[in-house]
C-alpha cells in the first residue's frame, strides 16, 4: 500500500487543521493507521493510532481531548482533525500503516508500522 499524507500548513494558535492519509494499491481497511510526528531536533513521535474497523482509538496524552483521528475505508482514507492547534504542535505529520493485528500497546511504536507516507508540514504560529 502506498499512503501520502497531505492537509497541512500554516495556522495561528488554537486554531485548527484536517490532516488527510490517503492509500492508494490496497485498500487501507486491512491496515491499522497510525499518526506520528517529528518537529525540528526531536524524535519522531507517537501522536495517535485507529484499528481496522475504527471503533478503538489511541491518543499521545499530549493531544488528547485536542486531537481526532477517525477513518472512511469506503474512501480509502484516514483523518486527523486537530483543534485547539499549539506551537509545540509544529512538526512534520506522518501516517503509517500497519497490516497485522497488532495488540494496543505495540501501536504506539514506530518499529510496528509497516508502510509510511511522506509527511505534511505543520505550523502553529504564536
Known amino acids: 500500500v502506498q499512503l501520502q499524507a497531505s492537509g497541512g500548513g500554516l495556522v495561528q494558535a488554537g486554531g485548527s487543521l484536517r490532516l488527510v492519509c490517503a492509500a492508494s494499491?490496497?485498500?487501507?481497511?486491512?491496515?491499522?493507521v497510525g499518526w506520528f510526528r517529528q518537529a525540528p531536533g526531536k524524535e519522531r513521535e507517537f501522536v495517535a493510532a485507529?484499528?481496522?474497523?475504527?471503533?478503538?482509538?489511541y491518543y499521545a496524552d499530549s493531544v488528547k481531548g485536542r486531537f481526532t483521528i477517525s477513518r472512511d475505508n469506503a474512501k480509502n482514507t484516514v483523518y486527523l482533525q486537530m483543534n485547539g492547534l499549539k506551537p509545540e504542535d509544529t512538526a512534520v505529520y506522518y501516517c503509517a500503516g500497519n497490516s497485522g493485528w497488532p495488540i494496543s500497546s505495540t501501536l504506539f511504536r514506530q518499529a510496528s508500522y509497516d508502510y509510511w507516507g511522506q509527511g505534511t508540514q505543520v505550523t502553529v504560529s504564536s
Open positions: 494499491g490496497r485498500t487501507l481497511s486491512n491496515y491499522a
Open positions: 485507529v484499528r481496522r474497523s475504527g471503533g478503538n482509538t
